[in-house]
């Protein structure tokens, strides 16, 4: 099921009164060495990003500021997650198509990448997705 794929982790959070803290190590609280960060910001309102899959990367996102939607899809069903803590994390195996949507004022989407950018890797037409999903 598309929901044992993926996996919310709940990252450390140190409350503080000076403000709190929240941190991940690669490997430990993330399930690969990162070897990649990038985030998304300034998104304007109603706008949509991503809309492709990975062949092999394996991804964690954060919601560092505001939220958004994750839909996410297996070949098979659908799955949506809302991210709106900086203290969750969602990780998200390959061979997932995902687009993210509703993003609020401001919100910041920081992603973790187990590989560094390879467009070789992106599967990018949805019904060449599925048929690739669907073989394995
Ligand atoms: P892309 O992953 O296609 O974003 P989206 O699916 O939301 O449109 O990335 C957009 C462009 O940014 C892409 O053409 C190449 C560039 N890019 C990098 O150079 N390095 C990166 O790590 C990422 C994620 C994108």
Same mark, same amino acid.
């Given at each position: 099921m598309l929901s044992d794929k993926i996996k919310i982790i709940n990252l450390p959070k140190i409350i503080d009164d000076r403000g *709190?803290? =929240? &941190?991940f190590e690669g490997g430990n609280h993330i399930p690969f060495? !990162?070897? $990649?960060?990038?985030w998304i910001y300034d998104v304007p309102g109603g706008e949509v990003r991503g809309g492709h899959a990975y062949k092999e990367l394996e991804e964690v996102f954060v919601a560092l =500021?505001?939220? &958004? /939607? !994750? !839909?996410? *899809?297996d070949g098979v069903n659908e799955h949506k997650v809302s991210l709106n803590r900086s203290y969750y994390a969602l990780y998200v195996p390959k061979m997932i198509w995902r687009h993210i949507e509703n993003f609020s004022t401001n919100s910041v989407c920081m992603i973790m990448a187990s590989e560094k950018y390879n467009e070789a890797d992106y599967i990018r037409d949805f019904d060449q997705f599925k /048929?690739?999903? *669907?073989? $394995?």
């Open positions: *709190n803290l =929240s &941190f060495q !990162i070897k $990649r960060c990038y =500021s505001g939220s &958004f /939607d !994750i !839909i996410l *899809n /048929d690739h999903a *669907n073989k $394995r």
